[in-house]
Each structure stands twice: as structure tokens, then as C-alpha cells.
């Protein structure tokens, strides 16, 4: 699916990498499609559609969203009642969710090849933009939030993040080893999506030795952070010398005290338990907690739930 071709942008001029032969040559580019909201600490989410938005030639207007200030105003709500950042507002209203955005922008110029050529191309960029979201995001930020004072560390949870981001880091080393970029010799969505969030490994916490195993990982993403639309938003992009350390939760993203914060610290004012009525106590939580270690497997196997 493209967007009416009215609202469509004619393809920009650009090096043979980013877009394949035969494509057409730029013209003067139309009224902006709208204006993305994000949070500044979490810029990247919308980064990759202001990539795309460059590499299709098109006018994308930027805006941060103060989540203290602008969470609950009215006319916020009203345009976005999902309160999801970011989002893109335009003439026709309001798309939620980071990848929604960046595919909507993609699709703005059919035949720019950044959503793929062909139906097969679009299932192989959909699965990356999974594989995005699921392998790399879950996991990367697990590790890096707590660095940016986004939210509490826990050792043993960012020890398995880190695990598994060299598993997804592996995976893309086998498919680099193979082609210039993600799906060939263009750029794509795939490529976009996975730059822009590796980037938060790769400035805050990939130091020279977790980076070292993934070389084709290491020149293809710092070869795509020197084409010029990526490096019109991203900046010049700095590799970290050492993993920054975790730090304070920022007030802003701070969570609120839980009820039972208050109830663990009544406990403390009572009187210990005689050990029969312990020894009870524990013989009726066996039993639910047979249940829930039978049904832990199935559980294992779902899915970690998006991060936007």
C-alpha cells in the first residue's frame, strides 16, 4: 500500500547505494506530510522515519514532546488518544507507534526502494523490523535505559540483555557477510530501523571488545551513518571508548510508589509468625507455585511485548 499519489514526493537525487538504477531524478519537493512527536531521551524512535523522510525527499517537521507537560493536555489527547510517542500528525490525522511512522514515510515514494521492490522484499523488511523491535530494541534498552537514567538497573536482567544482543548481533553479521547492506545493494527501511537503534548501543555501552566479534556489523553501520541523510539527523556519530556506567532514574521517568511498598513496610511492626503457621503458610503456596512452574515453558515462548 502507498499513500494517493497527490500526496506522494518524486524520488531525490542520490548516490547509486541508496537507491537502485533507473530511478528518477529529484524535483522540487512538496509541503511538508507532518510533523513527528517524540521524547528527546528517546529520539532514535523517530529517527528513522526522519531518515526516511530525507532519502524520499520529503519535508517531515520535528517536534519534542515534554511527557510531564504534554502527556494529558487536552488537545493532545485529542489528536492522539493513544498517548503513544512518537507519532506523526498529519493532514489526515494521527499514525501511532515508531514503526508505523517509518513505514508510512517509506511508502511515500513508491518507487524509492526504501520499502523494497516487490512483495517479497516488503515481507523481508517487515521481518526486520521485527527482528528490530524484538531481538535488538528488547534487549539493547533493557541495558542502555538505565545508563540514560531511564529506568532502574538490574544486574541480572541487563547480564541477559547483553547476552542476548550479541545473539542478534551475531545474526547480523551472517547476513552482512553476505551483502553490502540488509536485503542487497540499497539502502532500505531494514537498514534505517537497525541503525538508528544500534545506535544507542553503539554511542553509549559498545566498547572496542564487545564490538570486536562483528566487523561486517561495525563497517556497514558506520558506512551508513556517513551517507548524507543519515548523517543529517544522526550527527556525526562517536563510538564509545568505555560502556557508560548505569545511572539515577531521571524524575520524569521515575515510577510512582506501589500500595504495597507501604504494606512491606508495616510488615516489619509485626510480630514474627509462630513456626507452625509458617510451616502452613508454605504448604499452601506449593501448590500454586507447581502450577505456575508447569506453565512457565509455554510462557517462555511468547513474545516480549514491543518497546515503543
Known sequence: FAPPLAQRAPAPPSDAALRPPGRSAAMAPPKAVGTVYYIEH???KAEKALIAAKLNGLTL?????????????????AKNPTGKVPFLETDMGCIFQSNAVAKYIARCRADSGLYGACFDDEGQIDSWL???????????????????????DLPKATADAQADVRKALGTLEDTLKASKYILGGSVTLADIALVCALKEGFVHVF?????????????????CCTLP???????????CTTAKRPRPVLPEFAPPARSGEKA??????????????????KAAAQAPAAA?????????????????
Not at 61 to 77: G, Y
Not at 130 to 152: A, I, K, N, R
Not at 229 to 239: D, H, I, N, T
Open 42 to 44: 528517546c529520539v532514535y
Open 61 to 77: 517537521h520535528k517536534k519534542p514532546f515534554d511527557v510531564l507537560k504534554d502527556a494529558n493536555k487536552p488537545e493532545m489527547l
Open 130 to 152: 521485527d527482528f528490530c523491535t524484538q531481538e535488538v530494541e528488547v534487549p539493547l534498552m533493557t541495558w542502555v535505559y538505565p545508563v540514560l537514567g531511564l529506568m532502574e
Open 207 to 223: 566498547e572496542p571488545g564487545f564490538r570486536k566479534p562483528f566487523p561486517k556489523v561495525c563497517q556497514w553501520f558506520e558506512h
Open 229 to 239: 541523510p543519515f548523517k543529517a539527523v544522526l550527527g556525526s556519530v562517536a563510538l
Open 264 to 281: 512491606k513496610g508495616d510488615k516489619k511492626a509485626q510480630p514474627k509468625a509462630e513456626p507452625q503457621a509458617k510451616a502452613a503458610a
Open 292 to 308: 505456575a512452574a508447569a506453565a512457565a515453558p509455554a510462557a517462555a515462548g511468547a513474545p516480549d511485548a514491543e518497546i515503543k
